[in-house]
């Protein structure tokens, strides 16, 4: 049963089902979860919520008055109050989330647009990556964490903002700030041409078998002719849409080009369609974890991927992406909040203690202290814990 109740009310084990805001208006990223700890319930009750909903099918009700229990002679103490995640954190994602909620109608508008026989022109995205390049210029990494977790909307859309948060990220390192813009542009409408491809096989909720994944892999031919007929779209913007599925071996589609005919633009733009697949939970598989994508990547050899590259984003993204799972040296389990320019000493938020299960919601930053290191990327799972912790 769904129920009202104020903030003041929840408590750990309880399901939130509603913050009783639209998903743009508050600092979640999700807006139905479970109150797993205390740390949890703490930044539910300090947050400017008015009124939340929970579902009791799911979760625990609200706690019931026993009007037997003898009232205490003193009122007991107050129990102390975890402190919430940075503030500064809630900024990002209100910023990361504006940038997706605009990328994904813009990608929905472009569509609309191809389908009715409207012209297609670049400046139609332009606002929308210049939302983008925001949000990365404040966090590289919120707006990523954003497109994971906000997996209501078809893949399409997710997957193209992804894509193209990842592109101008990575892009940054060595392109100018003038072709960024064209760039994450690129990113926007590399999958442009899946408006050919029925929704049956598009939105299928499983894995495409057979003749479905034949369909599917037209979408690339089908961009180029969109992208060609308008004869509005840079080089590289096209290449991004046209070569995001080649392999350096020549076994991509669909042109199946060798490395030396493959754009360094196209060859960023299949890495980073890999990754965001891989690392993006679907209806019928887990999100990988984004340690574990990169391994996979590799050990597929340099056949699939170009090598300098891939090495160069695993360097971009950092020996522990961000939200990458660890277990310190001080036996607590956290997960990768921002990188330091020490790539193996980033910034932790600790959330379980071993030794005495204890939750906790604790910076590291790693940088700054000599007393604690990375023992080793774990499984979240395996000690009780999942990506639902980090809201
Ligand atoms: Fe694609």
């Not at 939200?323 to 036996?331: F, Y």
């Amino acid at each position: 049963m769904k129920k009202k109740i104020l903030p003041s009310q929840a408590r750990v084990g309880m399901y939130i089902d509603s913050l009783g805001k639209d998903w743009m208006e508050h600092n979640y990223l999700r807006s139905c979860f479970l109150i797993k700890n205390e740390a949890m319930l703490a930044k539910l009750k300090s947050s400017q919520l008015k009124e939340i909903a929970i579902d009791t099918e799911k979760g625990l009700d609200v706690e019931e008055k026993k009007p037997d229990t003898p009232k205490p002679m003193h009122k007991p103490a107050e129990k102390p109050v975890t402190p919430a995640f940075p503030q500064t954190t809630g900024a990002d994602i209100q910023q990361a989330k504006m940038a997706y909620k605009m990328a994904s109608q813009v990608i929905r508008d472009l569509m609309n647009d191809v389908r009715s026989g409207k012209a297609l022109k670049p400046e139609q995205a332009a606002s929308s990556a210049e939302q983008i390049i925001k949000s990365i210029d404040s966090n590289p990494h919120t707006l990523t964490a954003v497109t994971r977790i906000k997996n209501r909307d078809e893949y399409t859309f997710q997957h193209s903002v992804g894509v193209a948060t990842l592109l101008a990220g990575f892009a940054k390192e060595t392109y100018s700030n003038s072709a960024i813009e064209e760039i994450t542009i690129g990113g926007i409408i590399h999958d442009i041409g899946k408006i050919m491809v029925p929704d049956s096989i598009l939105n299928k909720p499983d894995k495409l078998e057979g003749d479905e994944f034949i369909i599917m892999k037209k979408h690339v031919t089908y961009s180029r002719e969109i992208l060609e007929k308008f004869n509005n779209f840079t080089r590289m913007q096209i290449d991004i849409a046209l070569l995001h599925h080649e392999r350096p071996d020549g076994m991509g589609y669909p042109l199946g080009l060798k490395a030396e005919d493959i754009s360094e633009i196209g060859a960023m733009g299949a890495i980073i369609d890999v990754y965001d697949a891989l690392s993006t939970r679907r209806v019928y598989k887990k999100a990988w974890e984004p340690s574990q994508a990169l391994k996979s990547m590799l050990e597929w050899g340099p056949g699939q991927f170009n090598q300098p590259l891939l090495l160069r984003f695993i360097k971009y993204l950092g020996v522990y992406p961000v939200g990458t799972w660890v277990l310190l040296e001080s036996n607590r389990v956290g997960f990768i909040l921002s990188q330091n320019e020490d790539k193996l000493r980033p910034v932790v938020q600790a959330n379980l203690e071993l030794k005495t299960r204890r939750l906790m919601n604790q910076e590291v930053d790693l940088s700054a202290i000599t007393s604690d290191a990375i023992k080793g990327v774990v499984s979240p799972q395996a000690y009780g814990l999942n990506d639902d912790f980090v809201i």
